[in-house]
T-cell receptor, first 113, second 113 residues
């Protein structure tokens, strides 16, 4: 089935560094969603993007909806220990209908103090 | 955002038995979604539960193995039947806001021994 290619799969950084991760697809998306999952919890929505080229911020997080509608990236600036977790991109492929989300493989972020 | 409560939060079950997971939402929703997250993996949609009709299952998931109930607009259950160790996963229920933004319960961590 439809999959999203998310990279990198893992990141090991120092506190204070910036982080960048991205997601690509072979098909068009009308919405891109970015989630964070802490251990023992369900994913929590961070940012939702609805328009090609859209750049949206949520505190230290910034995400962009690619012009081709087949990619998106998430940046985290000045990382802090609570940023540790797994980040997922997700979206409803145009061909599958608006309600069915597919998820990227996730980016596991580890921060060294 | 919706408040979604899942029970149990975790369980350890014997192979061959069944476990029913409950999901309660604090507002009425048309569709509820059940996802599986295998260890170290991303989320995969199992089925969509509509009130008043049979659930719609994704490829690779069948009703006999994952029967779903949806008795009203705020509640759903997912049963994992005749469990084997391969069913050890986190099971998550989800609802949509704005037609595409998914919100998740905290998940049920199932271990089959």
């Amino acid at each position: 089935g439809q999959q999203l290619n998310q990279s990198p799969q893992s990141m090991f950084i120092q506190e204070g560094e910036d982080v960048s991760m991205n997601c690509t697809s072979s098909s068009i998306f009308n919405t891109w969603l970015w989630y964070k999952q802490d251990p023992g919890e369900g994913p929590v929505l961070l940012i939702a993007l609805y328009k090609a080229g859209e750049l949206t911020s949520n505190g230290r997080l910034t995400a962009q909806f690619g012009i081709t509608r087949k990619d998106s990236f998430l940046n985290i600036s000045a990382s802090i220990p609570s940023d540790v977790g797994i980040y997922f991109c997700a979206g409803p492929p145009l061909i599958q209908g608006a309600q069915k989300l597919v998820f990227g493989q996730g980016t596991r972020l580890t921060i060294n103090p | 955002s919706a408040v979604i409560s899942q029970k149990p939060s975790r369980d350890i079950c014997q192979r061959g038995t069944s476990l029913t997971i409950q999901c309660q939402v604090d507002s009425q929703v048309t569709m509820m979604f059940w996802y599986r997250q295998q260890p170290g993996q991303s989320l995969t949609l199992i089925a969509t539960a509509n009130q008043g009709s049979e659930a719609t299952y994704e490829s690779g998931f069948v009703i006999d193995k994952f029967p779903i109930s949806r008795p009203n607009l705020t509640f759903s259950t997912l049963t994992v039947s005749n469990m084997s160790p391969e069913d050890s996963s986190i099971y998550l229920c989800s609802v949509l806001r704005s037609n595409t933004e998914a919100f998740f319960g905290q998940g049920t961590r199932l271990t089959v021994v």
